[in-house]
Antibody
Framework: EVQLLESGGGLVQPGGSLRLSCAAS????????MTWVRQAPGKGLEWVSS????????YHADSVKGRFTISRDNSKNTLYLQMNGLRADDTAVYYC??????????????WGQGTQVTVSS | QTVVTQEPSFSVSPGGTVTLTCGLN?????????PTWYQQTPGQAPRTVIY???TRPSGVPDRFSGSILGNKAALTITGAQADDESDYYC??????????FGGGTKLTVL
């Protein structure tokens, strides 16, 4: 059974940093691309970042480019999102998803339960 | 700027059929965009109901189906049930690692 468990969220001041983790199990982690999406309070889903399983490259939305970095440790079956320079509009629930293949898309067949990130002074 | 369009809201009667659509502010949606549909109820994680145009993950009822209708991707629910009342989000893969979500459709079953 595929399981994705996010952690690392919390309350942080504007300009601060957080690192989210997504522990994966139940599938061959290194084979699949992985993705982060987020949902601000009362808003829709927004693609944040993807990391390819086949090409090994990282991709980020313009809204987070230069501030967030997605990475993965295949030896630990874990996906990360390093978030620096956090702003109030980064406040959201962050979900990690397993893509259906190696291409770094938000075409995912499994999702974690999410972790809350709140940016406030 | 790429905008993925969805109906803001839709209503269907129990047992009825409803088709939600997913379009682009330029051109047509095709299978090359791997249109994918997520169902989400308030406070819950997204649930994949259709991916890559028409593939249904295991465990998703066959009343959910996906297709391309005209110049849009479509999600059809045949024989709607009360627990289908949710928000539905479409996402398109634009290439070069970039994905774009639509604004979502709030489906009411009444």
């Amino acid at each position: 059974e595929v399981q994705l468990l996010e952690s690392g969220g919390g309350l942080v001041q504007p300009g601060g940093s957080l690192r989210l983790s997504c522990a994966a199990s139940g599938f061959s982690f290194s084979t699949y691309a992985m993705t982060w999406v987020r949902q601000a309070p009362g808003k829709g889903l927004e693609w944040v970042s993807s990391f390819g399983g086949s090409d090994g490259y990282a991709y980020h939305a313009d809204s987070v480019k230069g501030r967030f970095t997605i990475s993965r440790d295949n030896s630990k079956n874990t996906l990360y999102l390093q978030m620096n320079g956090l702003r109030a509009d980064d406040t959201a629930v962050y979900y990690c998803g397993k893509a259906v293949g190696g291409t770094p898309t938000a075409v995912c067949d499994h999702w974690g339960q999410g972790t809350q990130v709140t940016v406030s002074s | 700027q790429t905008v993925v369009t969805q109906e803001p809201s839709f209503s269907v009667s129990p047992g009825g059929t409803v088709t939600l659509t997913c379009g682009l502010n330029f051109g047509s949606v095709s299978t090359t965009y791997y249109p994918t549909w997520y169902q989400q109820t308030p406070g819950q994680a997204p649930r994949t109901v259709i991916y890559s145009t028409k593939t249904r993950p295991s465990g998703v009822p066959d009343r959910f189906s996906g297709s391309i209708l005209g110049n849009k991707a479509a999600l059809t629910i045949t024989g709607a049930q009360a627990d289908d009342e949710s928000d539905y989000y479409c996402v398109l893969y634009m290439g070069s690692g970039i994905s774009v979500f639509g604004g979502g459709t709030k489906l009411t079953v009444l």
